[in-house]
């Protein structure tokens, strides 16, 4: 039988299909029932040894759940698009950046974190309303190594 998707936020979209398509009473399309069966048979067969989230790719042995795969995708995101529109990091390279915008954060971290954290809202100015908004969301701002690859990722993906 053929793996069903190990990629996180694929199966996280085809489990959220599947939902929509039960509450509606509309029958699953072959994919989808494909999917499910590939899913929920290692859970089944091995009487729950293999968990769903292992079966469904959602969370390998030792990696992160899909969940937090999601939410360091949006933190991600957020870091490249701060860059591209700072005009003190937008030119430097990834390598530069990386390291300008992880001291702005552990700046803001130490500083006005403490007094905004309790806020309903972002701050108005960059970057501190990305800053908030990674630490808001409980997520961790990535060293400058892992920042340098996501921002280095930006440029491949622009080519």
């Known amino acids: 039988?053929?793996?069903?998707?190990?990629?996180?936020t694929t199966t996280l979209r085809w489990l959220g299909q599947i939902a929509q398509h039960v509450e509606a009473g509309r029958p699953l399309p072959y994919h989808l029932s494909l999917f499910l069966l590939q899913g929920l048979s290692p859970f089944l067969e091995t009487a729950g040894e293999i968990s769903l989230d292992q079966a469904f790719g959602t969370r390998r042995h030792g990696g992160i759940s899909a969940a937090n795969a999601v939410k360091n995708a949006q933190r991600d995101d957020m870091l490249r698009h701060l860059r591209n529109i700072h005009p003190e990091w937008s030119?430097?390279?990834?390598s530069v950046a990386s390291r300008r915008m992880r001291q702005a954060f552990?700046?803001?971290?130490?500083?006005?974190?403490?007094?905004e954290k309790s806020a309903t809202s972002a701050p108005s100015s960059e970057p501190a309303t990305?800053?908030?908004?990674?630490?808001?969301?409980?997520?961790?701002?990535?060293?400058?190594?892992?920042?340098?690859?996501?921002?280095?990722r930006e440029i491949q993906e622009a080519v």
């Open 91 to 94: 030119a430097l390279a990834p």
């Open 130 to 152: 990305t800053f908030w908004r990674v630490l808001n969301a409980g997520m961790r701002m990535p060293q400058e190594a892992r920042l340098r690859q996501i921002l280095e």
């Open 106 to 115: 552990e700046r803001y971290e130490a500083g006005r974190w403490k007094r």
């Open 1 to 8: 039988m053929i793996k069903a998707s190990t990629d996180p």
